[in-house]
């Protein structure tokens, strides 16, 4: 039997109300499998550690400090993204709760390599010889900044209706420039699965100056 599932776009201070679905869901999925962020960590480069708050972290020895994202801190993350630039939110739902949530915005290179890769001169080269060689880089771009399940709601098929949801984010954003980074390989194959040639992955240390792989799809088609 297939699961009921239900899917909206809302804007910023609509998402705010289900915050309280949102954040827990955020939290649990950064904790989990590939990231493991689970408390904050002065020790480890990337700053969080896999074990619990005020534990001795198993990989450099130090205490972690508090849970890797408070309700506080993503509290007010998610409330500047809505008032300091054009962004709309993704929810997916069944019947035992927020199953899914996305978040993207629009920005140009200078902003993305300031907010998403601080410090890095080569993020910031590569992002403005990517979408602006020869121009000034003001060419706006969808940066699609969350996508994350909540695996107790639903462990499979999170990613069954990429495809409309950027689309839906493209359309309310009036963007034809996607972009995001990441780790996990669901979200590289399914650019792949959903964009064919409209896809490009530039792979992690190799293709781009960042341990993230970075996919861009190009919807102007």
């Known amino acids: 039997m297939s699961e009921i599932r239900t899917a909206r776009f809302v804007a910023p201070d609509e998402a705010r109300e289900k915050y309280d679905a949102i954040i827990p869901a955020y939290q649990a999925a950064f904790a989990a499998e590939p990231w493991y962020e689970v408390s904050k960590c002065g020790g480890c480069s990337s700053g969080y550690s896999r074990q619990n708050p005020g534990d001795i972290c198993q990989a450099c020895g130090s205490v972690t400090g508090d849970e890797a994202y408070t309700e506080q801190e993503l509290t007010e993350k998610f409330d500047a993204i809505g008032e300091t630039r054009p962004a709309c939110w993704y929810i997916e739902e069944t019947p035992a709760g927020l199953a899914l949530a996305a978040v993207a915005w ?32 003001n060419s706006e771009i969808l940066w699609l900044d969350e996508v994350f399940a909540d ?9 069954v209706n990429f495809r409309s949801m950027v689309y839906g984010f493209s359309s309310r954003l009036d963007q034809t420039k996607v972009a995001y980074r990441t780790i996990v390989p669901a979200m590289t194959r399914v650019a792949m699965r959903d964009f064919g040639d ?10 781009v100056p960042d341990w993230r792989n970075f996919v861009s799809i190009d919807l102007s088609q």
């Not at 409209?198 to 293709?207: G, L, Q, R």
Request: proline content about 8%.
């Open 106 to 137: 629009t920005a140009d290179p200078i902003q993305i390599a300031a907010e998403k890769y601080p410090g890095s001169l080569e993020m910031a080269a590569w992002l403005k010889q990517k979408y602006a060689p020869t121009a000034a880089p």
């Open 151 to 159: 695996r107790q709601v639903s462990r499979r098929n999170n990613l």
């Open 198 to 207: 409209d896809a490009t992955i530039d792979k992690a240390k190799s293709d």
